[in-house]
């Protein structure tokens, strides 16, 4: 059986949503200015009246009429994300005076790719979450394309959603600038296992109950507690 040190990171996820907030369209660009102080190489990617998204080194930043969303890319730490996070929303709520949060979701996706699907069908099936029809189903001869299961909790306080899934990745290779020139970057597609984790709170909290940066360390713990508990076992 696998265990999650099996598995790397393939992207972290901060969402916190909020009450509609009219501040956003007179502080938009406040909030911006004063991110690019603390994000150097911040980048433009996407703005319109509810939505702005820049792109800061490894993540992607969203800012929303009620919504604030920090998405990391492959091969981010979860130390560099929890850093990154925590400057993006005190910057945040300072400049949009946010006062109460709705929702404040840790989402993580760990990957583990395979060499063929057979190999990620076999996988998914070690885990249990779900009853894979061996023959012919629905008069077709040929076994699933693609197989996925979802598992939703709710508490009073918290819920988590637990996503397990196979798919096709495409890969592009990492060609060093000076050479690229000369080569010829050739795509692949790899068959991948996903797991996808998602650990949220369901009542709403004050802007002085919420500690981002405590947020997301015990997030990591209750969730790879539960993991090691219930998904790998």
């Known amino acids: ?26 502080r938009a660009g406040r909030l911006w200015t004063a991110l690019a102080r603390s994000f150097p190489d911040l980048k433009f990617v996407l703005a319109n009246p509810n939505h702005t998204q820049f792109e800061a080194g ?27 996070t925590v ?16 929702r404040l979701g840790f989402r993580t996706i760990w990957i583990k790719y395979f060499s063929s699907r057979s190999k990620t069908t076999e996988a998914f099936r070690e885990f249990g979450l779900l009853s894979v029809p061996d023959g012919n189903a ?4 040929e076994p699933p394309a693609q197989l996925e299961t979802r598992l ?16 096709k990745r495409r890969v592009d290779p990492q060609i060093p600038w000076e050479v690229r020139s000369q080569l ?14 998602d650990y949220f709170t369901t009542a709403s909290l004050q802007r002085d109950q919420v500690d981002v940066r405590e ?6 713990m209750v969730v790879r507690k539960a993991l090691a508990k219930e998904v790998f076992k």
Do not use: H
């Not at 920090?70 to 850093?83: A, P």
């Not at 050739?186 to 797991?195: D, I, N, R």
């Open 152 to 167: 939703t909790w709710e508490g009073s306080n918290v819920g988590a959603i637990l996503g397990l899934r196979t798919e």
């Open 58 to 84: 490894n993540f992607f930043l969203v800012a929303e009429a009620g919504v604030l969303r920090v998405t990391s890319k492959d091969g981010v730490t979860f130390d560099q994300f929890e850093k990154e």
């Open 215 to 220: 947020w997301i360390n015990s997030s990591k």
């Open 1 to 26: 059986m696998y265990t999650l040190s099996d598995f790397q990171i393939d992207r972290q996820i901060l969402e916190a949503r909020f009450p509609l907030n009219y501040l956003f369209w007179d």
């Open 87 to 102: 400057n993006f929303c005190r910057i945040a709520v300072e400049v949009l005076e946010i006062e109460m949060f709705d």
């Open 184 to 197: 010829k970057a050739t795509s692949t597609e790899q068959c991948a296992l996903v797991l996808d984790v």
């Open 138 to 141: 629905f008069g077709i001869k």
